[in-house]
């Protein structure tokens, strides 16, 4: 909490900062002046992932990382009335009487926060205070008062609902007579009620991807009045993004999917408190993030931050609502609800990476994931409201294109789950990218070598005789290049079709592969070469998606 | 004994984009189990490579299998006994979203 105008920090060089209270060699790192760098950043993730931190938090990382601070250029030393801490264990009391006029800024440290106080009529009610850490704490409550007046400003409807009180109903509520009338829908519903309403109301729920899934099921929380919502993701609006994840809209291409989805939601809501998020998930952030809400929706689109999220939500105890989609299909299932499975107990092993697709490689329909998102929200509404799931240990299966939707019974929580069994090894955040072989973007390993690939360039160059593109065959109907076959992938790697045909006599004669980014079809090249040793295989470098980037800006991407 | 193998998920795809077969298996004078039956899967209607659905004895990470519209752990995994006009189901675990 600043007390005074704290410019003059901008005059120190990094790494600048006060003293620590409990051991003055080290420096406190509730207030630093550094200067943002991506070398820093990269330096410190290393440093944290080789030696980790010798007090488990920030400080210890910081001040092994800027080591020569205690003993190097004591222009660095910020004075301690820049990071006053009135709680510490120990205080120099007649000091803080002494320079109590000095104080430029008063860190609240430690795990009790001012608002864990109560605070009524401009006093702070609290046990073993010393008089200035009272006087600091009213100072805070009072300028929080001053922020809520200015900035959460009660609209006239929620004036009116406080009238209320005043009336003649008898049943005391946390409701508005104004929320009474809009959530009066889903209110008169059996199972939700004034109580439901109420609990979803002081609820605070997660949600993790703000694309397909994320977008109908926030929609529908937000608009339920759900009280809290956290909003995670790192990535912006793109335009293939549009026929599914229908908070976006085409003005906002380009646009940070949290600050699109802030908007819409704001816009259905505004009584909904929304909390952005503009991070990747990692395990690094997961825990801090998770840990303030009470049940999360992994609307993601991989397996590794599936079991981050998965793992962080049993280390944390809270409620794991899952949906995932791809092509014509669906799944959603709750995990880790009163002791029922977690995603782990079901899936222990991570899938092959090579094995797994996703909805850019295999595609989606718009629909299905809004079948899947809306799902979701009705679980945690139903679990919010009334403290009961639908799908804790079930497996919901949907397929809109077939007309097909059941439930199918999941086996019982492991005893030797790695991380909600009775033994549990995993009791912080892994390293995920390991542990599934593949990030949130799909790696692939180069299989072609130089010599066995051309660029599209000199594709185009070239009189090629024999060009064989092995996408999908739905996907060469969407745009094909002139001259090109169709053998797909799936048909050219199990020898399902006859390849003669497009094998020249003269094994002189190149024949070229092409796919849509340039992946499946060096995996091509190495399963004809091996067929076919005596011709000559080459794989076209980024597919369709160069041709139109570098060749033709006319030709379609998809 | 006549049975159904149903594929979703994605599974359908080792299986010829099939999502549904009805099948007849071979009179034996021991007992079907999912621990002969996966093999013999693999051999009679599985149109891509082994690896693709198996992992040793059992099937690769990635697919559940349902017993009767059930995780198959609640039947008793490889031990369980097939019988007649079972409904078994692969389902390939789904990551998208
Ligand atoms: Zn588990």
């Known amino acids: 909490m600043p007390l005074s105008n704290i410019d003059d920090l901008f005059q120190y060089e990094e790494l600048s900062a006060c003293r620590d209270a409990g051991w003055p060699d080290c420096f406190n790192t509730g207030l630093f002046v550094l200067t943002p760098s991506l070398e820093t950043y990269k330096a ?121 009180k005043e009336g003649t109903n008898v049943v005391p509520t946390t409701l508005t007579n104004p929320e009474i009338l809009r959530y009066g829908r889903q209110m008169i519903v059996d199972g939700v009620g004034l109580p439901g309403q109420e609990g979803l109301k002081k609820s605070k729920v997660l949600i993790v991807g703000l694309g397909a899934l994320g977008c109908p099921s926030s929609h529908y929380l937000a608009a339920a009045g759900v009280g809290t919502l956290g909003l995670v993701d790192d990535d912006v609006v793109d335009a293939s993004n549009l026929h599914r994840q229908i908070l976006h809209s085409e003005k906002e291409i380009g646009v940070h999917k949290v600050d699109s989805a802030i908007s819409r939601l704001h816009a259905v809501n505004q009584h909904v408190s929304l909390i952005p998020h503009k991070v990747d998930l990692n395990a690094s952030n997961a825990l801090s993030i998770i840990q303030q809400y009470d049940l999360v929706l992994d609307c993601t689109d991989n397996a590794t931050t ?156 070239s009189s090629y005789k024999h060009l064989i593109d092995v996408r999908p065959s739905v996907e060469f109907g969407i745009c094909a290049l002139e001259n090109s076959v169709c053998v797909p992938f799936m048909d050219l790697v199990s020898d399902k079709v006859d390849l003669s045909p497009h094998i020249p006599e003269d094994p002189a004669e190149p024949v070229y592969l092409l796919c849509r980014a340039g992946i499946n079809s060096q995996v091509a090249v190495q399963h004809l070469k091996a067929k076919y040793p005596e011709h000559c295989f080459k794989d076209i470098v980024g597919g369709l998606m160069g041709w139109t980037s570098d060749i033709d800006p006319n030709f379609p991407m998809y | 004994m006549n049975i159904t193998i149903e594929l979703a998920g994605g599974a359908e795809l080792l299986f010829g984009n099939q999502r549904k077969h009805e099948v007849t298996l071979p009179e034996s004078d021991k007992q079907w189990t999912m621990a002969t039956l996966l093999p013999w899967i693999r051999d009679n209607l599985l149109q891509e490579r082994g690896e693709l659905f198996m992992q040793g004895k059992s099937v690769r990470p990635g697919i559940l299998v349902l017993v009767n519209d059930a995780d198959w752990e609640l039947a008793g995994e490889l031990d369980y006994v097939i019988e007649n006009k079972d409904n078994i189901m692969f389902i390939s675990t789904l990551h998208g979203g």
């Open chain 1, 44 to 164: 410190l993730i290393r440093r944290a992932c080789d030696d980790g931190s010798f007090d488990g938090g920030d400080q210890g990382l910081l001040n092994a990382h800027f080591s020569t601070w205690s003993h190097g250029d004591i222009r660095k030393h910020i004075p301690f009335s820049y990071n006053v801490n009135p709680n510490a264990s120990y205080t120099y009391l007649p000091a803080y009487k002494h320079f109590a006029d000095q104080v430029k800024m008063v860190h609240f440290l430690g795990a009790v926060k001012p608002w864990h106080y109560q605070y009524a009529n401009g006093r702070v009610q609290g046990q073993n205070l010393t008089e200035h850490t009272l006087k600091f704490l009213e100072q805070w409550h009072k300028v929080a008062d001053i922020v809520k007046q200015t900035y959460y400003q009660p609209t006239a409807e929620m004036k009116a609902g406080s009238a209320k």
């Open chain 1, 306 to 461: 599936r079991y981050l999220i998965n793992d962080c939500c049993v280390l944390l105890n809270k409620v794991l609502v899952s949906g995932a989609a791809l092509r014509f299909e669906g799944q959603v299932s709750t995990y880790n609800y009163k002791g029922g499975p977690c995603y782990r107990c079901i899936n222990p092993s991570p899938p092959d990476p090579e094995t797994t697709l996703n909805c850019f490689e295999a595609g989606v329909l718009g629909p299905v994931t809004g079948v899947v998102g809306s799902l979701q929200a009705a679980e945690a509404i139903k679990i919010l409201a009334s403290d009961e799931s639908a799908y804790a240990g079930k497996l919901m299966l949907v397929c809109p294109w077939d007309g097909i939707m059941k439930a199918i019974k999941l086996r019982p929580r492991r005893k030797d789950c790695v991380v909600c069994g009775d033994n549990p090894t995993v009791t912080s955040p892994i390293d995920y990218v390991k542990f599934c072989g593949s990030g949130k973007n799909k790696q692939y390993s180069n299989a072609s070598t130089e010599s066995e690939r051309i660029t599209c360039r000199q594709l185009r160059d």
